[in-house]
Nanobody, 115 residues
Framework: QVQLVESGGDLVQPGGSLRLSCKISLNSFSGFAVAWHRRRPESSREFIASIDAGGDTDYDDTVRGRFTISRDNAQTTVFLQMDNLKPEDTATYYC?????????WGQGTQVTVSS
């Protein structure tokens, strides 16, 4: 059973930073692409950022230039560095690992941006 455990969510003031982590319970996650999604209040889950097995990244326009996704293959962990946070970034953030046909989701971590 593959498990994804997100951590790092917190309450932060606008303009602040947070670093989310997603620990994946695999001996090796080479070949997996990993993405972060979020669900804002009263909204559906939306794509934020992804990193493929080769390290290529992609971002939604709402976070491009503020968020950075990275991976540590040795630690089977993916990170999301979030800078210049805005109140509209308030959401539950989810990690997803994909190696088709397998798709795995974590349980989420809450990020609240408020003064």
């Amino acid at each position: 059973q593959v498990q994804l455990v997100e951590s790092g969510g917190d309450l932060v003031q606008p303009g602040g930073s947070l670093r989310l982590s997603c620990k994946i319970s695999l001996n090796s996650f080479s070949g997996f692409a990993v993405a972060w999604h979020r669900r804002r209040p009263e909204s559906s889950r939306e794509f934020i950022a992804s990193i493929d097995a080769g390290g290529d990244t992609d971002y939604d326009d709402t976070v491009r230039g503020r968020f950075t996704i990275s991976r540590d293959n040795a630690q089977t962990t993916v990170f999301l560095q979030m800078d210049n946070l805005k109140p509209e970034d308030t959401a539950t953030y989810y990690c997803k690992a994909v190696k088709l046909p397998a798709i795995y989701w974590g349980q989420g971590t809450q990020v609240t941006v408020s003064s």
